[in-house]
């Protein structure tokens, strides 16, 4: 092969092989290594690493695939939103057919039944059941008894139907109420009996589902209660259970009286407090206008229940209650009468003989006198019996704040706020004060305060755009194509690049070994300079060209692509070239 060469040098001709390298080149038009015999440089890189470094550069490169699928999907997923709570209460074939003719996508949740669909169709969706969703009514009524029955039915069969429907017309009108969203009634109606002792009071218990964010009131829960004894006889309002949907007991029975108690002295002070709060209302707007004062009432309500009996005494004050006289006299009888005609008579019957002296005269009888008075007086007595009303107003606080007055400048005809005189004010404290029934000794408190208002009630406008729905799904996209260019630029191209590189330094390494093996390769690429200059350096030199033209054009060549050059070696090797 030397022989070959010498002459060509000396004639200024590229070789033979270099000639035939250099056409190939030029007919492919650079260098591609396409031949199915060439070496990938990724894998050469792959394969000079060591079997742990293999594996974790395999497991590396489906952990970060596996990672850019989720996070596509994740910026592909779609918002559901709640469309059905529960499908059992409705028709699920009819409403599941409704959401596919309008091509609706849905989900169904099995454990809990709820029907969801894309925020972005719910309103659709809501606007195609509406029809089927009004109609549907699932508790049976009274009309149970129209349907036909057969010639065996039992009195059993009968009252279970009766019973039933009885339950459902009852469920039916608490159902209407505003607060309740459905209802359910349980009837316990115990068969008559003429035996006294036999004689059961009938049940109910009734179930309420309550809209969310709304509460029974108390008044409500007692109405129906009501409602239902009033519809069943001889039932007493004491068997009638309320339960809610969270398993609260709304029925009195059960709970605490003290909780009872307190619910209702709560109330009373609300409606004492709104009551108080109207008089100050209906006073002050015709004055002020209606969106010119603010007015809040504080009550201060005593509920101590006070039962008073009081016994009074007064000793300065006596008083004669009863007298009782008696007079009794004792008086000696005078000796004899006058003497006289008179007194000589003659004795008249027979009577007890008389005392008489030593002389033989009578003794005069005395005559007793007795007095004797009896005097009972009482001492002043009062006895009073005190029973305080409960729910008393112990204080009362009024607190009143008024705005400013509006008024326009004569010199700059622009609207101002003026605020209230002293005198103003005070009259208007003095109009708060009758309208509440103001108690110094009670020790009331009114104040009324002048202040400038703020704007009125601001209107809401547009959320802002970060707030929007559609916000959020342009940045999930953005992350999502961020993520993906760094995990494809920061972690993938390094790594391949790397393995590529590791080929290259491999396949120049064997191609310089072969050159060395050819003899006289060091002479022909010794020089490491490649000079191409002007726009001839894109074109390969033909026959013609010089030596040292062709010689850095095979550089350039070698440099571009090793691969092939050394497939070309290899070529003119087995040739024999």
Do not use: C
Not at 80 to 95: F, H, T, V
Not at 105 to 120: K, L, Q, S
Not at 535 to 554: H, I, M, N, T, V
């Amino acid at each position: 092969m030397a022989e070959e060469t010498l002459p060509a040098e000396s004639s200024g001709e590229i070789p033979a092989p270099q000639e035939d390298a250099l056409q190939e080149q030029n007919i492919d038009n650079l260098p591609q290594g396409s031949d199915a015999s060439d070496i990938n440089p990724i894998m050469m890189g792959f394969n000079k690493l060591t079997i742990v470094r293999q594996v974790a550069l395999l497991i590396g490169f489906a952990g970060i695939l596996a990672l850019g699928i989720g996070v596509i999907i994740w910026s592909q997923e779609v918002t559901y939103r709640p469309l059905i709570s529960n499908l059992e209460d409705y028709n699920a074939k009819e409403i599941l057919q409704t959401l596919d003719e309008k091509g609706i996508d849905y989900r169904i949740n099995p454990t809990t039944g709820i029907v969801t669909v894309p925020e972005a169709e719910i309103h659709d969706a809501r606007l195609a059941l509406a029809p089927i969703v009004a109609e549907i009514d699932t508790t049976v009524g009274l009309e149970l008894l129209d349907q036909e029955q057969g010639l065996g039915t039992s009195q059993f069969i009968e009252s279970a139907r009766y019973r039933r429907g009885l339950e459902g017309e009852l469920a039916r009108t608490i159902a209407s109420l505003q607060s309740v969203r459905n209802a359910r009634v349980h009837l316990a109606l115990p068969k008559q009996s003429v035996f006294v002792r036999d004689d059961r009071e009938p049940r109910a218990s009734v179930f309420l589902e309550i809209y969310g964010g709304k509460g029974l009131k108390r008044e409500q829960a007692e109405a129906i209660i009501n409602l239902i004894a009033s519809s069943i006889p001889e039932l007493p309002v004491e068997n009638v259970t309320l339960v809610d949907q969270k398993g609260n007991l709304l029925s009195k029975e059960g709970q605490d009286e003290e909780d009872l108690l307190a619910t209702k002295q709560f109330d009373y002070t609300r409606k004492v407090e709104n009551s108080l709060h109207q008089r100050v209302q209906r006073i002050l707007e015709p004055v002020l206008g209606s969106d010119n004062f603010q007015a809040e009432v504080s009550a201060d309500v005593d509920f101590t229940m006070v039962e008073q009996t009081q016994e009074l005494f007064n000793p300065d004050l006596i008083a004669l209650r009863s007298e009782q006289t008696l007079n009794q006299e004792k008086v000696e009888k005078p000796e004899g009468g006058i003497p006289g005609a008179l007194s000589n008579q003659p004795p008249g019957a027979a009577e007890v003989p008389e005392e008489v002296d030593e002389n033989g005269n009578p003794v005069a009888q005395p005559i007793e006198r007795k007095s004797e008075a009896t005097r009972n007086y009482e001492v002043d007595r009062t006895l009073s019996h005190t029973q305080h009303q409960v729910g008393r107003l112990r204080r009362l606080t009024v607190s009143v704040a008024v705005n400013d007055r509006e008024k326009v400048n004569p010199e700059t005809g622009v609207v101002e706020s003026v605020p209230w005189t002293e005198a103003e004010l005070k009259r208007l404290e003095l109009l708060v004060k009758d309208s509440v029934g103001f108690n110094a000794a009670r020790g009331d408190s009114v104040s009324v305060v002048n202040s400038l208002f703020l704007g009125g009630a601001v209107e809401l406008g547009e959320p802002d755009f970060w707030k929007q729905p559609w916000f959020w799904e342009i940045v999930k996209q953005v992350l999502a194509g961020l993520f993906l260019l760094i995990l494809i630029f920061g972690v993938i191209r390094p790594i391949v690049k790397n393995l590529i590189d590791r080929g290259k330094m491999d396949e120049v390494a064997e191609i310089e070994g072969e050159l060395d093996e050819l003899g006289d390769g060091d002479d022909l690429f010794g020089d490491d300079k490649v000079t191409l200059a002007g726009a001839d350096e894109f074109l390969l030199p033909g026959a013609s060209e010089g030596f040292e033209r062709q010689l850095d054009a095979l550089k350039g060549l070698i440099a571009e692509d090793p691969a092939r050059v050394a497939q070309s070696f290899k070529k003119w090797v087995n040739d024999g070239k």
